[in-house]
């Protein structure tokens, strides 16, 4: 959840600024104006050896964790569709979706809001169970920035405006090639994911009755991924505007230097108990069709899959007949979700201690 920021102006005045002056800005310098930082509140589900900070990994607000909860329950059914997809291969899936060896972690993290693109960071194949995630951007890195139409990388002209000329042409690419801070250093920043109808330009996968199912369910919760790059993380101090230079602080967020500050883990709570929640607050919606089924909790049946995917959506599904009350309202997945970080007193889930001590000084859990 966003808990404060905005835009300073001043795009208009630095494309001013680049026109009257024959210098143009390589992507290495940094932004030429500050921009108010934003604290995010995001969310990460995660094997207990790989938590307690966010650089290389991604992250997500409520609702676009609560989407990658809800899309791991579709497994079953999503990788007889989609069985090259890397959350599909059997080392992926042993390595990290591993309810009992996993922990969703909160944590506050404050970012630049010029954001680039969002890239997904996996382990490599060969090592699943390594800290070391390699994150690759989802764009075509061939191309400039303002070349860019897909719906992943968000916000590209917010930051790329003020690294480059208006003239946009092949002789500027050169200098402006979004290889540089838009792919490697900006937060990434991807909306609504996977939720975006396939066209000439995005067909990574055919828009069958389960993606059309898990499209609406992506609209409806409009929730946020991130990926937080190593390279652009800001190693001084979290608010910008404090003393003394940003390059005696490393940095600070807003000052185009460094893109976000890791302020720490606010919560750290039992995987399952997260997962038990959220299904619950859906089988709760829709007992007949979970009912109905020749195994109603046998989670791992397409069967099961396709009543959840009923019930979240409010349209029928290979024979699963959605709730009269029609689609899962966000608020409900939300209450559910959100709850399950409150202390173990107030209902929430078992906290699970670090297994190391913090690297910020904001208290964990």
């Known amino acids: 959840m966003v808990t404060s920021g905005e835009f300073i102006s001043g795009t208009r005045l630095v494309l001013s600024l680049c026109l009257a002056n024959s210098l143009v800005w390589a992507s290495t310098s940094p932004p030429p104006h500050r921009t108010r930082s934003l604290n995010l509140t995001l969310y990460r589900v995660t094997p ?14 409520a609702r676009g964790d609560i989407f990658f909860a809800l899309y791991e329950m579709m497994f079953p059914l999503y990788c007889e569709e989609m069985p090259r997809d890397s959350s599909c291969s059997a080392t992926s899936r042993a390595a ?62 917010t930051l790329g405006d003020a690294l480059c000329p208006a003239a946009r042409d092949a002789a500027s690419a050169k200098d402006c090639n979004c290889s540089g801070i838009v792919t490697t250093k ?30 609406a369910i992506g609209q409806s919760l409009d929730g946020w991924w991130y990926a937080t790059r190593a390279a652009g993380e800001c190693k001084g ?14 940095g600070v967020v807003g000052d185009g230097s460094c893109f976000f500050f890791f302020h720490g883990v606010t919560a750290r709570v039992n995987a399952t108990c997260v997962k038990d929640r959220l299904q619950h607050a859906v089988l709760a919606r829709n ?41 899962t309202p966000p608020a409900v997945l939300l209450a559910a979700f959100e709850g399950a970080f409150a202390t ?11 297994p190391s001590l913090e690297r910020s000084g904001v208290t964990g859990v």
């Open 48 to 61: 207990q050896n790989i938590s307690g900070d966010v650089a290389d990994l991604n992250t997500g607000d």
């Open 96 to 157: 990290l979706n591993r309810d009992w060896n996993n922990v969703y972690e909160r944590s506050l993290v404050e970012v630049d809001p010029r954001y680039g693109a969002y890239a997904g960071c996996t382990p490599p194949p060969s090592q699943p169970w390594s800290r070391h995630f390699v994150c690759e951007p989802y764009v075509n890195r061939s191309a400039c920035w303002w070349e860019q139409t897909n719906p992943d990388g968000a916000n590209f002209s």
């Open 186 to 215: 900006a937060v990434g920043a991807y909306n609504k994911p996977m939720a975006q109808t396939p066209n000439a330009e995005h067909h990574w996968h055919n828009n069958t009755p389960m993606w059309q199912q898990i499209e």
């Open 237 to 250: 101090k979290g608010q910008a505007g404090a003393s003394g230079s940003a390059s005696a602080r490393g």
């Open 287 to 327: 007992p007949a069709c979970f009912a109905a089924l020749p195994q109603p909790s046998n989670r791992s049946a397409t069967a099961w899959v396709g009543c959840l995917l009923a019930t979240l959506s409010g349209t029928p599904f290979r024979g699963a007949m959605p709730p009269k009350s029609g689609a």
């Open 344 to 354: 173990e007193s107030n209902g929430g889930c078992p906290a699970v201690a670090p």
